[in-house]
Every structure is written in structure tokens, then in C-alpha cells.
């Protein structure tokens, strides 16, 4: 959990990503779609992704990917990101 929270705390928004993932593909998408340019961590392609991935898991990231952070805080995955209210608050829809 070190590594989640030390990476999170040091960038604005972070997506836990894996690159074969169709949802991951349009959070970071929309983000982009929008201007924000988030740090994407696949977790496929990275040497610790297993690890980092569990560490999602014991945050209550549920399912662990797409994990989106905002401000050091966990934003949510696709549905949280896709709900009404969380869409209002993250991209202002």
C-alpha cells in the first residue's frame, strides 16, 4: 500500500490502468478528452504491477482496475466515475 500511497500523493490524478482493459481505456479517454493529463500506471506492463494491484484490492478498490485518484484520494473506478454525481463533480457534466 506504501507504493500506492506514496505515488498518489505526489501527482495531481493517477489512473491505475491495464492496457488490455476496454474500461480503462475510456477513463483515460475521457480524461484526456478533457484536458487532464493524469500519470497512467499500466499495471500490466510494469514490473510491480501485480503488487500494486493487490495493494488496490486491500484500499477497497473493488474491482482494482481502472482506479482512479484525484488529490490523493481514491476518485473510484468506472461506475463511481460514471454515475451522475461523481461525473458532475469530476468532469462537470
Do not use: W
Not at 484526456?32 to 510494469?46: A, K
Not at 484525484?70 to 469530476?90: P, T
Amino acid at each position: 500500500m506504501d507504493i500506492v500511497s506514496k505515488v498518489v500523493s505526489e501527482k495531481p490524478v493517477v489512473i491505475f490502468s491495464k492496457s488490455s482493459c476496454c474500461m480503462s481505456h475510456t477513463i483515460k479517454s475521457l480524461f484526456n478528452s478533457f484536458g487532464v493529463n493524469p500519470v497512467v500506471f499500466e499495471l500490466d506492463e510494469i514490473s510491480r504491477g501485480q503488487e500494486i494491484e493487490q495493494a488496490l484490492s486491500r484500499l477497497g478498490c473493488n474491482p482494482t482496475i481502472p482506479a482512479v485518484f484525484i488529490g490523493s484520494g481514491f476518485a473510484g473506478g468506472d461506475n463511481e466515475l460514471f454515475s451522475s454525481e461523481a461525473a458532475v463533480y469530476v468532469f462537470g457534466l
